[in-house]
């Protein structure tokens, strides 16, 4: 990577670098238009092919927004990002007292470790909340602060940088991450909060011992400790200390995920509950008294980051680590006869030779490779009675991925398309970022969410929009009634809430989802109520309106899920995800139909045509596709110059209309439906802008919701 040290990423002056690892270069920057010092990390993208790089710089601005939304007195606040020659950075403030990497290298009183991690903690347990996982845990990315406390930094990075293809130790695919860190389930590229526990529990152990639990000279070898050896005893290398550290130690570094703390607000309570009073963590709303103190660091800050390995292995056991009794007799390693155990040497041997060692990886990634196929996890639906999972009662689901003689279908770029979009009306809703948009029934009403915690409503055509009411967090998701009677609002409160329409009163607050309501979306008959989350939920709940009590639990996505929406019928739900994937539910049983797979991005907007026999979606991989419900293949390729979001269908159906473009050219694009034609083509206009929602009124009356805290509506003319 060119150095960059006087140069200007926009309104960035680049003065000196910081530090330099595996996934990015971190420079000293001066803010020209604020007058200030950041610090700016550029992401290193030479380790990708073109091909990985355009999913790198897809995933780069999807999870910088959300690193932006991100407020906690012990998160490194994401202040700005953007792209430099195609190459991505973010910016962050900046904190000239060091890392905590800086103060390691031998034991530190554990109260003091506990001291330490508990804003930390507490800063993870706030970012779970709101679907966001750090993924790379580690002492170099705890900085400290101008008053001595500890702040966590890097968020998602790990995220950013998964999907491309980096060199790899074996070569199949890729984790990101730092080998002596990660969770075991984080080699075959699995991670949720239950992995960010773990990471910070290798950083408790290593804060009280001085050492990391599992060391080698490879990431595979790494791998082998953590399969095969039992965590090394605290104990033996701490004498005295307590038995309830080495128990919070031995529980947030289990093997297996269930088996740690249930989320990370149960471990900071853990540390809390230590005797002789670690403290109390800042809470997780990100409110907090005083900051926790640390001794000042011994040396300038270098920011540098520990050198990070791009691997993605298959994990080489299920075997549970051993409970230890209360005494904790001595441990005694369980190894397999005649296996070797790892010794220093050169990397060469791992890759070519043909050592006993290197033979048992191979075994133990061949036959996980065999009980991971036979043993994936199916979908399941949790019925609300007992929410507990339930064997499916349908024959298994079928997958078919996209039929090969799908016709593709390029737009159309001439100068002058047969439909324009002509501006209507434009309503000032909030000054904060409008998040969603929708209409009622009739086409009469308006109603938006926004980054302020604001619900908003207002007559088509007004200029200005009313607050009817507030969450505790940003608002994701709205949705009228079908009988135009009830607004449901869904948040980063993790909750929904139902709002009387004729006079703006809270009617009811439904819970159950444990990360930002995404999508919410009434049945046609309004008896139903589909709802889905972000991750770590990952969920679709469905709730019968004529009491709110909740049906089902739809689990299955991997990733957060981002739409939902009813069949003409009401018979089926459709659900698409970050998973990139499309999911039919039949919503009188619970119970998966069919998963669509061909889009090679996150999918949106899955919405059904008018007879139900087709669906429609659109996807980051700038392409939109209509399917065949009943054989589950892609019959419509639609391709676009950039990336594709959510989207509506005329109340005719024979006009498909995504937005999409996100800061490089928010667009409205226009296609005849089932030809393919491209019949409009139109941006925005407005520079740095981001469309984050669509709408569509009985009378094809189209409604954006924009960044810039403003709803504008438009009408389709030929």
């Known amino acids: 990577m060119a150095n960059l040290i006087g140069q200007s990423l926009g309104r960035y002056h680049i003065l000196e670098q910081l530090g330099e690892g595996g996934m990015a270069t971190v420079y000293k920057a001066y803010d020209t238009r604020l007058e200030r010092d950041v610090a700016v990390k550029v992401i290193r993208v030479d380790q990708f092919s073109p091909a990985a790089l355009v999913r790198v710089l897809q995933r780069f601005e999807r999870e910088a927004k959300s690193l932006a939304k991100l407020s906690h007195p012990n998160i490194v606040g994401v202040i700005d990002y953007g792209e430099h020659e195609g190459v991505p950075f973010l910016v962050m403030e900046y904190l000239p007292g060091g890392t905590l990497k800086q103060r390691l290298g031998k034991p530190i009183r554990w109260q003091e470790a506990a001291r330490m991690l508990l804003p930390i903690a507490s800063g993870l347990a706030y970012a779970h909340q709101r679907g966001v996982l750090h993924r790379d845990v580690k002492p170099s990315n705890i900085l400290i602060g101008d008053s001595g406390e500890p702040m966590l930094t890097d968020f998602g990075i790990a995220k950013i940088l998964e999907g491309g293809d980096a060199q790899t130790l074996t070569g199949t695919g890729i984790g990101v991450g730092t080998p002596e860190y990660m969770a075991?389930?984080?080699?075959?590229?699995?991670?949720?909060?239950?992995?960010?526990?773990?990471?910070?529990?290798?950083?408790?152990?290593?804060?009280?011992?001085?050492?990391?639990?599992?060391?080698?000279?490879?990431?595979?070898?790494?791998?082998?400790?953590?399969?095969?050896?039992?965590?090394?005893?605290?104990?033996?290398?701490?004498?005295?200390?307590?038995?309830?550290?080495?128990?919070?130690?031995?529980?947030?570094?289990?093997?297996?995920?269930?088996?740690r703390y249930a989320d990370m607000t149960a471990f900071v309570g853990a540390l809390e509950s230590l005797p002789a009073g670690a403290g109390k963590a800042r809470p997780a709303n990100g409110k907090a008294a005083g900051p926790r103190k640390m001794p000042a660091p011994k040396t300038q800050v270098t920011i540098a980051q520990e050198e990070t390995y791009a691997t993605r292995l298959q994990e080489a056991t299920r075997d549970e680590f051993p409970p230890a009794p209360p005494t904790f007799p001595p441990i005694r390693p369980v190894i397999p006869t005649g296996a070797a155990k790892p010794k220093k040497a050169p990397w060469w041997p791992?890759?070519?030779?043909?050592?006993?060692?290197?033979?048992?990886?191979?075994?133990?990634?061949?036959?996980?490779?065999?009980?991971?196929?036979?043993?994936?996890?199916?979908?399941?639906?949790?019925?609300?009675?007992?929410?507990?999972?339930?064997?499916?009662?349908?024959?298994?689901?079928?997958?078919?991925?996209?039929?090969?003689?799908?016709?593709?279908?390029?737009?159309?770029?001439?100068?002058?398309?047969?439909?324009?979009?002509?501006?209507?009306?434009?309503?000032?809703?909030?000054?904060?970022?409008?998040?969603?948009?929708?209409?009622?029934?009739?086409?009469?009403?308006?109603?938006?969410?926004?980054?302020?915690?604001?619900?908003?409503?207002?007559?088509?055509?007004?200029?200005?929009?009313?607050?009817?009411?507030?969450?505790?967090?940003?608002?994701?998701?709205?949705?009228?009634?079908?009988?135009?009677?009830?607004?449901?609002?869904?948040?980063?409160?993790?909750?929904?809430?139902?709002?009387?329409?004729?006079?703006?009163?809270?009617?009811?607050?439904?819970?159950?989802?444990?990360?930002?309501?995404?999508?919410?979306?009434?049945?046609?008959?309004?008896?139903?109520?589909?709802?889905?989350?972000?991750?770590?939920?990952?969920?679709?709940?469905?709730?019968?309106?004529?009491?709110?009590?909740?049906?089902?639990?739809?689990s299955g996505h991997s990733g957060p899920v981002w739409d939902v929406a009813f069949s003409p019928d009401g018979q089926t739900l459709i659900s698409s995800s970050q998973d990139n994937s499309i999911r039919l539910w039949n919503t009188s049983t619970g119970s998966l139909l069919r998963t669509l797979q061909g889009h090679g991005d996150e999918a949106f907007g899955g919405t059904f045509t008018l007879d139900g026999k087709s669906i429609v979606s659109a996807s980051n991989d700038k392409t939109a596709r209509v399917w065949d419900v009943s054989t589950g293949r892609t019959i419509l390729l639609l391709n676009a110059s950039l990336s594709l979001g959510r989207l509506v269908l005329s109340q005719s159906g024979e006009k498909l209309i995504v937005v999409g473009g996100a800061w490089e050219d928010p667009t409205i694009w226009v296609w005849q439906i089932p030809g393919g034609n491209l019949l409009a083509k139109h941006s925005i206009g407005i520079d740095m802008e981001v469309i984050r929602d669509i709408a569509i009124s009985p009378s094809d009356l189209i409604a954006v919701a924009l960044h810039d805290g403003t709803v504008r509506t438009y009408k389709l003319q030929e």
């Open 184 to 259: 075991p389930e984080q080699w075959t590229g699995g991670a949720g909060p239950q992995a960010d526990i773990y990471s910070l529990g290798v950083v408790f152990y290593e804060i009280v011992t001085g050492r990391k639990p599992y060391v080698a000279d490879t990431p595979a070898a790494v791998l082998l400790k953590q399969a095969t050896e039992p965590l090394p005893r605290p104990g033996q290398y701490v004498p005295g200390l307590p038995e309830a550290v080495e128990k919070v130690l031995l529980k947030a570094l289990a093997r297996k995920p269930e088996d």
């Open 350 to 554: 791992w890759v070519v030779g043909s050592g006993g060692l290197a033979l048992l990886i191979l075994v133990i990634y061949l036959a996980v490779l065999l009980i991971t196929h036979l043993f994936a996890p199916m979908p399941t639906a949790t019925s609300a009675s007992t929410l507990a999972p339930m064997p499916s009662t349908t024959q298994a689901p079928a997958t078919q991925p996209p039929a090969t003689e799908a016709p593709t279908v390029a737009p159309t770029e001439a100068p002058a398309h047969p439909v324009q979009l002509v501006q209507e009306s434009s309503t000032r809703v909030s000054s904060s970022r409008i998040t969603s948009v929708t209409f009622s029934q009739d086409g009469t009403l308006l109603a938006a969410g926004s980054d302020d915690a604001g619900v908003y409503m207002w007559k088509v055509g007004e200029t200005s929009a009313r607050l009817i009411g507030k969450h505790n967090d940003v608002v994701i998701s709205v949705a009228f009634s079908p009988d135009g009677s009830i607004l449901a609002s869904g948040s980063g409160d993790k909750t929904i809430q139902l709002w009387r329409v004729s006079n703006g009163t809270l009617i009811r607050t439904l819970t159950g989802h444990t990360a930002t309501v995404e999508s919410i979306a009434f049945s046609p008959n309004g008896t139903l109520c589909a709802s889905s989350a972000n991750n770590p939920d990952n969920t679709i709940r469905i709730w019968d309106t004529s009491d709110w009590s909740l049906l089902y639990v739809l």
